[in-house]
Protein backbone atom coordinates (compact mmCIF):
# COMPACT_ATOMS: atom_id res chain seq x y z
CA UNK A 1 0.00 0.00 0.00
CA UNK A 2 0.96 3.64 -0.50
CA UNK A 3 -0.59 6.52 0.44
CA UNK A 4 0.06 10.13 -1.38
CA UNK A 5 -0.84 13.65 0.06
CA UNK A 6 -0.99 16.19 -2.19
CA UNK A 7 0.03 19.94 -1.52
CA UNK A 8 1.54 23.23 -2.71
CA UNK A 9 -2.06 24.24 -4.76
CA UNK A 10 -3.47 27.65 -5.35
CA UNK A 11 -4.38 30.60 -6.94
CA UNK A 12 -1.80 32.44 -9.47
CA UNK A 13 -2.39 35.08 -12.28
CA UNK A 14 -0.92 33.85 -16.02
CA UNK A 15 2.22 34.02 -16.59
CA UNK A 16 2.78 33.03 -12.65
CA UNK A 17 4.75 30.05 -11.23
CA UNK A 18 3.42 27.35 -8.46
CA UNK A 19 5.33 24.20 -7.01
CA UNK A 20 3.24 21.36 -6.00
CA UNK A 21 4.18 18.17 -4.00
CA UNK A 22 3.16 14.72 -3.10
CA UNK A 23 4.41 13.60 -0.31
CA UNK A 24 4.30 9.27 -0.02
CA UNK A 25 4.26 7.08 2.55
CA UNK A 26 4.02 3.51 3.10
CA UNK A 27 6.52 2.64 0.13
CA UNK A 28 9.68 4.60 -1.94
CA UNK A 29 8.81 7.07 -4.47
CA UNK A 30 12.41 5.79 -5.95
CA UNK A 31 10.21 2.53 -5.90
CA UNK A 32 7.46 3.30 -8.16
CA UNK A 33 6.77 5.20 -11.60
CA UNK A 34 4.65 8.02 -10.41
CA UNK A 35 3.44 10.75 -12.23
CA UNK A 36 1.04 13.88 -12.13
CA UNK A 37 -2.01 14.17 -13.79
CA UNK A 38 -4.82 16.96 -13.85
CA UNK A 39 -8.73 16.92 -14.51
CA UNK A 40 -10.29 20.29 -15.33
CA UNK A 41 -14.66 21.03 -14.77
CA UNK A 42 -16.66 18.62 -17.40
CA UNK A 43 -13.15 17.02 -18.45
CA UNK A 44 -11.73 13.94 -18.83
CA UNK A 45 -8.47 12.93 -16.38
CA UNK A 46 -5.10 13.59 -18.34
CA UNK A 47 -1.75 13.11 -17.61
CA UNK A 48 1.09 16.09 -17.11
CA UNK A 49 4.05 13.98 -16.36
CA UNK A 50 5.71 11.22 -15.18
CA UNK A 51 8.69 9.60 -14.33
CA UNK A 52 10.28 6.18 -13.84
CA UNK A 53 12.38 4.65 -11.38
CA UNK A 54 15.16 5.95 -12.88
CA UNK A 55 13.98 9.44 -12.95
CA UNK A 56 13.57 9.95 -16.15
CA UNK A 57 10.63 12.15 -17.31
CA UNK A 58 7.96 12.24 -19.68
CA UNK A 59 5.99 14.83 -20.41
CA UNK A 60 2.43 15.60 -21.89
CA UNK A 61 3.28 18.72 -25.00
CA UNK A 62 0.66 20.86 -23.87
CA UNK A 63 3.17 21.30 -20.30
CA UNK A 64 6.64 20.88 -22.20
CA UNK A 65 9.00 23.28 -21.27
CA UNK A 66 6.88 24.79 -18.93
CA UNK A 67 7.00 22.23 -16.22
CA UNK A 68 9.27 19.89 -14.36
CA UNK A 69 8.87 16.53 -12.77
CA UNK A 70 11.17 15.42 -9.58
CA UNK A 71 11.55 12.79 -7.13
CA UNK A 72 13.15 13.84 -3.71
CA UNK A 73 13.74 10.23 -2.64
CA UNK A 74 15.37 11.49 1.08
CA UNK A 75 12.10 13.25 1.38
CA UNK A 76 10.05 10.82 -0.34
CA UNK A 77 8.23 13.00 -2.09
CA UNK A 78 7.25 13.56 -5.64
CA UNK A 79 7.29 17.73 -7.09
CA UNK A 80 6.07 19.44 -10.12
CA UNK A 81 7.46 22.54 -10.72
CA UNK A 82 4.96 24.58 -12.69
CA UNK A 83 6.07 27.62 -14.85
CA UNK A 84 4.87 30.08 -17.33
CA UNK A 85 0.93 29.13 -16.08
CA UNK A 86 -1.94 30.18 -18.10
CA UNK A 87 -5.87 29.48 -17.31
CA UNK A 88 -5.87 26.08 -19.61
CA UNK A 89 -3.77 24.81 -16.97
CA UNK A 90 -6.67 25.46 -14.30
CA UNK A 91 -7.85 21.89 -12.78
CA UNK A 92 -7.50 19.51 -9.65
CA UNK A 93 -4.02 18.17 -9.74
CA UNK A 94 -3.14 14.70 -8.70
CA UNK A 95 -0.14 12.21 -7.67
CA UNK A 96 -0.28 9.16 -8.57
CA UNK A 97 2.25 5.68 -8.53
CA UNK A 98 1.90 2.73 -10.34
CA UNK A 99 1.39 -1.09 -8.30
CA UNK A 100 4.83 -2.14 -9.84
CA UNK A 101 7.86 -0.44 -10.64
CA UNK A 102 7.84 -0.10 -14.17
CA UNK A 103 5.88 2.29 -16.06
CA UNK A 104 3.00 0.63 -17.92
CA UNK A 105 2.25 3.04 -20.23
CA UNK A 106 1.09 7.18 -20.00
CA UNK A 107 -2.45 7.03 -19.52
CA UNK A 108 -3.72 7.53 -15.85
CA UNK A 109 -5.66 4.40 -15.93
CA UNK A 110 -1.97 2.59 -15.84
CA UNK A 111 -1.61 4.24 -12.43
CA UNK A 112 -2.67 2.00 -8.79
CA UNK A 113 -2.16 4.33 -6.08
CA UNK A 114 -3.75 7.89 -5.84
CA UNK A 115 -3.84 11.46 -3.59
CA UNK A 116 -6.95 13.10 -3.21
CA UNK A 117 -6.15 16.29 -5.39
CA UNK A 118 -5.03 19.91 -5.32
CA UNK A 119 -6.97 22.82 -6.80
CA UNK A 120 -4.51 25.27 -9.07
CA UNK A 121 -6.61 27.86 -10.98
CA UNK A 122 -4.48 30.61 -13.05
CA UNK A 123 -6.54 33.80 -13.70
CA UNK A 124 -5.97 35.77 -16.46
Known amino acids: QMQLVESGGGSVQAGGSLSLSCTASGDSVSSRCMGWFRQAAEKERETVAIIDILARPNYADSVKGRFIISKDVAKNTLTLRMNDLTPEDTAMYYC??????????????????WGRGTQVTVSS
Open 96 to 113: AATEFPGCMGFSPGTFHY
